[in-house]
């Protein structure tokens, strides 16, 4: 537990300093560099192979073409574009499923009743893929905006739904009781004790939206749309501009990384106390 | 008529269970009690016998089927009790600091900042916890954790205290530190106390009077008076010849419950002494 906490430092401070410090002395950094190796492994093989001929560098073009047609992208601004348009939907989807999956998460877990009527059902909404439900999304909204979000917001809701209710009805009855004998009406029992005492089981299921909700994205846009790094994927491999391609696949790349961990550094601010057992 | 003096009033109380159409099950039958403001009521009895029920009617949590309870001479009918619950469990928000917990029911009624923080160091204070205001539940010890607990408990001011077995859980020597400290506190702060434990001395040592069970359905077999004047020291509790003499008539009381059972738990407590 104690070696949890000495990783955040170490992890943050960067693989060259990692380097730099004491290799020898310093067990963390020992493993922060051996769990780094095998990216920057894969980093470089990607340049070297096309540049070698292992692959041809028109199909596969070596990572530095990549970097640079991002850098002209962003130069040129044309990637922002690109950007807000994805991250826009992508947060509008992934916040409403937020929204909504807590909300009726708290309700259907707190009633068991409800909760056990409505169980088999929400298994088999959450067992649908959405994407075999794109379609349907396309016949009912069209193939605008609405039916994008809405079908990032189905990808994301159900992770945060079952969770949710999952968390709820494991809150310890001893805690609403200490709570109802303080005199805690029904609003505060909701806010002030359900909720965060669910809060450490619903945090899994947040983190698995986010990542639905860049899959969702890139399917979504793949499928039909005028903006977005998912149409940049596709668009450029139409018209065979495959640096822009791998580009845009890249940029999907780090932004799954840095969703994941700035919800990874949230839940361990969240869920601090349970750290420090 | 006289009823404003008392504390707490039970008068006839039933409670029955029915789980779903089949016969309702009376699990609290015709229960009649007056509690001193500032007593220290502990009650003993079987498994079974209802005690946690009788708990949740006093904490209002549920209303009785029949027959009337008077906190203040109200009735928990028709007003919400607000009472200081302990529990075996200590029921500690896990995610709030010791002083968040302690100042949490405050919190429910909007006290200010300043009022709280005030509240909660001297409650801490009082069960020598103020050292811990700042780590989380799950780095103390037990003996520590139901410390917290009771200064949660009295934090809010409350009515009355009720202790569900609360030092059940903790090893012998906690378990008589904290009772020590709870006579202390029961002595200076002037709380009338109903205290649940399987304990028979524990019963005896702490309690004014004690209130001994029987089960099927859950009645008062008897209330008895303990004959020690306060203040008491737990250490010279045990060889009081009085103390010994009435724990072995409650422990035989309620033996006489269980005619074919062995030796329970109940008797072997009284013999430990």
């Known amino acids: 537990m104690e070696a949890v906490v000495h990783d955040l430092p170490a992890e943050s401070r960067g693989i060259a300093s990692s380097l730099r410090g004491a290799l020898g002395r310093h067990p963390v950094a ?7 190796a095998p990216v920057v492994a894969f980093l470089l093989f990607w340049e070297a192979a096309p540049r070698v001929g292992l692959v041809d560098p028109i199909i596969i073009p070596p990572l530095s073409s990549d970097a640079q047609a991002i850098a002209a992208m962003v130069k040129s601004g044309a990637i922002f574009g690109h950007l807000a348009a994805s991250l826009g939907r992508a947060s509008l989807g992934f916040v409403l499923s937020l929204v909504v999956g807590i909300a009726l998460g708290i309700l259907i877990g707190w009633n068991e009743r409800i909760r056990a009527t409505l169980n088999p059902l929400l298994t088999l909404f959450a067992q649908t893929s959405p994407i075999a439900l794109f379609p349907f999304f396309i016949v009912v909204f069209g193939v ?28 310890d009855p001893l805690l609403v009781k200490a709570a109802r004998t303080m005199g805690a009406t029904g609003g505060q029992m909701i806010r002030r004790v359900v909720f965060p005492a669910a809060l450490p089981e619903i945090f899994p299921g947040i983190k698995i939206s986010a990542s639905y909700a ?10 039909g749309a005028k903006a977005g790094l998912g149409y940049l994927v596709s668009y450029s491999q139409h018209v065979f501009q495959n640096a822009n391609m791998y580009a845009a696949i890249l940029l999907i790349a780090g932004l799954g990384v ?12 969240v869920c601090r106390y349970r750290l420090s057992a | 008529m006289e009823e404003k003096k008392w504390k ?23 229960l009649n009690l007056h509690i001193r403001e500032g007593e220290f009521l502990a009650i003993v009895g079987p498994s079974g016998c209802g005690k946690s029920t009788l708990l949740d009617l006093l904490a209002g949590l549920s209303v009785p089927t029949s027959g009337e309870i008077l906190v203040d001479g109200q009735s928990t009918r028709e007003t919400s009790v607000r009472c200081g619950m302990v529990q075996q469990g200590y029921a500690l928000f896990p995610w709030l600091t010791v002083r968040e917990n302690v100042e949490f029911p405050l919190s429910l009624r909007d006290v200010p900042v300043e009022e709280r923080r005030r509240v909660s160091d001297r409650e801490l204070r009082k069960v020598f916890m103020e050292g811990y205001a700042d780590h989380y539940p799950s780095e103390l010890s037990g003996g520590m954790r139901q410390r917290v607990a009771i ?7 409350p009515s009355f205290l009720l202790m569900d077995e609360p030092f059940a859980a903790l090893d ?71 103390i010994r003499e009435t724990t072995r008539y409650i422990a035989r009381l309620i033996h006489r419950d269980q005619p074919d059972a062995t030796p329970g738990e109940n008797i072997s407590d009284a013999a430990v002494i």
């Not at chain 1, 020992?30 to 780094?36: E, F, K, L, N, W």
């Not at chain 2, 707490?8 to 015709?30: H, K, P, T």
């Not at chain 2, 200064?151 to 001011?157: G, N, T």
Request: charged share 20%; proline share 4%.
């Open chain 1, 30 to 36: 020992v493993r922060a560099v051996c769990s780094a």
């Open chain 1, 144 to 171: 605008g905006e609405v039916s994008k979000v809405g079908i990032i917001f189905w990808g994301c809701v159900w992770p945060i739904l079952l969770n949710t209710i999952s968390g709820v009805s494991h809150v």
């Open chain 1, 214 to 223: 860049i899959l969702m994205l890139c399917a979504a846009e793949m499928l």
């Open chain 1, 258 to 269: 840095l969703v994941n961990w700035l919800l990874l550094k949230a839940e361990r601010h």
């Open chain 2, 8 to 30: 707490i009033v039970l008068s006839n109380v039933c409670r029955d269970y029915d789980d779903g159409g089949e016969e309702a099950v009376n699990v609290l039958n015709r």
């Open chain 2, 151 to 157: 200064a949660r408990a009295l934090a809010s001011d």
């Open chain 2, 172 to 242: 012998p020597e906690t378990r008589e530190t904290l009772q020590d400290e709870l006579l202390h506190i029961a002595n200076t702060a002037d709380k009338t106390i109903v205290f649940v434990t399987h304990d028979v001395f524990e019963a005896a040592a702490l309690a004014d009077r004690v209130a001994v069970m029987t089960a099927n359905p859950g009645t008062f077999r008897e209330i008895v008076d303990v004959p020690v004047p306060r203040p008491r020291k737990i250490a010279t509790l045990r060889t009081l010849p009085e």
